[in-house]
């Protein structure tokens, strides 16, 4: 941990975690009740974001995530027309939260300023913790192999935490990938399916009953990036292991399921 005490910011007086529909295996409940126990924190449970701000006509608003989308993995801040069907679509899913998107990649960092955007200024300060929950699989531009990457938590203000990047985010065992890439060597399409199967229990998919297990870490990742500026820890072990790895992730949220020594005796000390 290299933050100091010194450096750290006050707790927020209170968090809102908001749902996500389309995950039916998510007990925000549990989470609440995980992050309150843990940190003796006012934590309360919203709707969905955009369900429980509507403060604009969804057709405006789904004009603006239209924008959102990741066309070229490449090119960093893409600045286009949307289409009419490609607005059409955010209307549906806007109207029905509870629908699972495909496999369409939003720049996280653009969308969490449109959920900044959306939160009235007497919610807006760092005594407030907001934790969107969001099934719109995010991503990041890395500077230094220039693509953008899923990512599971996009820390800033709001933090969010996507559903689908805890997924997609984090790559699966090698042999997966291996597998795939003989199937196309042999022009043959994947059987994506069939190779998930052969590696079950050592990823996360979508319905997962584990899904709310691992997510109590992220929101602690959130919660100690809003106070430190520093949401990982190098510990495997430590919930807060920046994992880009499936079975890192599972060890861990799962295997672990705590905090390492120093992250834990932090939180004793706001708790």
């Known amino acids: 941990m290299t933050s100091s005490r010194s450096e750290t910011l006050a707790p927020p007086s209170r968090i809102f975690l908001y749902e996500d529909p389309s ?8 989470l609440r009740s995980h992050l309150k126990e843990g940190t003796g924190l006012n934590v309360e449970t919203r709707p969905e974001f955009f369900s429980y701000y ?23 801040q893409q600045d286009f027309e949307p ?65 953008y990457h899923a990512r599971v938590i996009v820390c800033g203000y709001p933090c969010v935490i996507s559903t689908s990047g805890i997924v997609e985010g984090p790559a699966k065992p090698k042999e997966f ?57 190098e510990d495997r072990d430590c919930r807060l292991f920046n994992a880009h790895w499936q079975e890192e992730m599972i060890r861990a949220q799962l295997t672990s399921g705590r905090l390492c020594p120093e992250h834990r005796e932090f939180l004793s000390r706001i708790a």
């Open 23 to 30: 995950s039916p295996t998510v007990d925000l409940g549990e």
């Open 54 to 76: 509507r403060d604009e006509d969804l057709e405006t608003r789904a004009s603006k995530l239209a924008r959102l989308k990741v066309r070229n993995l490449h090119r960093e």
């Open 177 to 233: 990938y291996r597998a795939r890439r003989g199937y196309s060597i042999l022009g043959m399409s994947p059987p994506t399916e069939a190779l998930k199967e052969e590696i079950r229990g050592r990823f996360i998919d979508y319905d997962d009953d584990r899904m709310t297990e691992v997510l109590k870490g992220y929101v602690l990742q959130a919660l100690f990036y809003h106070m430190m500026g520093d949401p990982f820890c």
């Open 83 to 147: 289409l009419l069907g490609e607005v059409n679509f955010e209307l549906r899913l806007l109207s029905d939260p509870s629908r699972r998107l495909p496999g369409i990649l939003y720049d996280g960092f653009r969308f969490q300023e449109l959920l900044r955007s959306l939160i009235p200024p007497e919610e807006r300060s760092l005594r407030t913790l907001h934790l969107p929950l969001t099934s719109r699989l995010l991503a990041t531009f890395d500077p230094n192999d220039r693509v």
